[in-house]
Every structure is written in structure tokens, then in C-alpha cells.
């Protein structure tokens, strides 16, 4: 296929896929089922008509507004479309049609529909990370092989970068949750009201950290599986950046850092900039 058709067809993918992942982002923290029932307006619960679910020309066409109820529908949905069209033609751009292509745009949705639910929720389901970290310590390697790779270092790649990625973290959010327990310092969300802190024969005392939830652990080994050690260490090097100017213009709008922010957004971020523009 022509590089610039592959390009535009990964465009109107993306904006297809980016349709399904608000569906994700909304409902997979409520425990909801993705597939059924079909989109429906948020505030009456209207079914969306299918002429009225085309990726951001629905949303135009309706004038952000529900048919049924004329309530508004947040712009964050066409956001989430175009957004999600334009990274599948960036990395259609970069890969160029190939297998290898369609599956880093795979890897691509996980992350943001993981940035976005974090971003709302302050977590990141399971479904996405561990099953991230799945595909990649099975299927990235054998479509790199699949791709001419040898195998062995195709393996190695995914299982070392999918190690050090949770490995990490694990140890930074043990260390600091040891750290604070040995300290008294109490949070939120950790140990909790009149809880002890956890102990050695607690899972909560290996998985359990302040200001750190082990979703951002487990998200990270998804990315060292597709993008091994040396894009796990860009990674980290991208997000640190992306969260500190975040973080800073976070503390100038809230007049304060007392409202904490999730670190798995910058992850995503990070990792898609490894993606595109990878250092080593």
C-alpha cells in the first residue's frame, strides 16, 4: 500500500477506534460492559442513532448537543477522536503499512484510554495493564519475528523490558513506602483511618504504596514489553519531564499542590514519545 493511502486509512481508524475508546474510558471504571448496551446520551440515556455516532462529524452535525434530551455532549469526545486519528497517522508515518504498524496503534489506544482513566479516576484497570503486558510478552516479540527478528533477542527484549519496567517502580514505591511507615507519615489513602501500617505477611505491604497506586507499576511493565529496557529508561526520562512542566502549571491553576494529579498520563506520554522518537 501507497505510504500516504496507509496514512490516510490509519486517520479514519484512529478516529473509529477513538469513538470506541471514549466507550472504554467511560465505562470500564464503572465495571461496565464495553460492548453492550450501544452508545447512549450520557445525561438521558437516549440510544445514539448510528448516522449521529460518526467520529466528530455526529458530534458537529448535532451541534454538541443531544437529539432527544438537547442537553450538551462534552467536546471531549470528538477530542478524544481527532486526537486518536492524528497519533494513528503519526505512527502510521513512522512504521509505514506494515503488521508491526497496526499493532504499536493497538498499544497506542491502550495507553490513552489507560492516561484518560487515570486522569478521571486515579486508576488503571487491570484489563489494560496486565492485559497490555500480555500481548506484550506474547505478541509483540512473535510479530518482530514474524518481521524478520531473531527470536531469542526478540524474547529477551519484551520479558527484560516488562521486568525492569515493573521491576523499577516496585522498587521506588517500596522503598518510599517503607520509608514513610518507618517515619509515621499517614496519607489519604494510606494506611488509612486508624489502620496500621501493613506488615511483611500483608500483600498490602508489597503492593500497597503512598502516593504512588501500583497501577502505574503494572502500566510501566506493559510498556517495557513492548518497548523493552533502553524505552523503558526514555520512557521514565519523557514522563519525569512531561510531569514536572505538568506539574507546575497543575500547581499555578490550583494555586496549590494540594490536589494530587495521576502519574500514569505521563507515562502514556512518555511512551508515546519513545514510540515516535525513540533516543537509543
Partial sequence: MEPRVFTAL??????LVGSFLNVVIHRLP?????????SRCPACGKAIRPWHN??????LWLR?????????????????????AVLFALIAQRFGPSPLAWMWMGFAAALFAAAAIDADHRIIPDEISLGGLALGLTLA???????GADARAAWLHAGSGGLLGGGLLWIVGFAHAR???????????WPGDDDAFPRPGSLDYWTWFPGMGFGDVKLLAMIGAFLGPLGVVQTIVAASAIGLVFGIAWIVA????????????MLAMGAVVTLLYPMF
Fill in 254 to 265: 490550583r494555586r496549590g499542590a494540594a490536589t494530587p494529579f495521576g502519574f500514569g498520563p
Fill in 30 to 38: 464503572r465495571g461496565e460492559s464495553v460492548v453492550s448496551p450501544g
Fill in 179 to 189: 520509608l514513610c511507615a518507618v517515619m509515621g507519615r499517614r496519607f489519604e489513602h
Fill in 54 to 59: 460518526v467520529p466528530v462529524l455526529g458530534w
Fill in 10 to 15: 490509519a486517520f479514519v481508524i484512529g478516529s
Fill in 64 to 84: 454538541g448537543r443531544c437529539r432527544d434530551c438537547g442537553l450538551p455532549i462534552s467536546a471531549r469526545y470528538p477530542l478524544v477522536e481527532v486526537a486518536t
Fill in 141 to 147: 516479540p512473535a510479530l518482530q519475528v514474524w518481521s
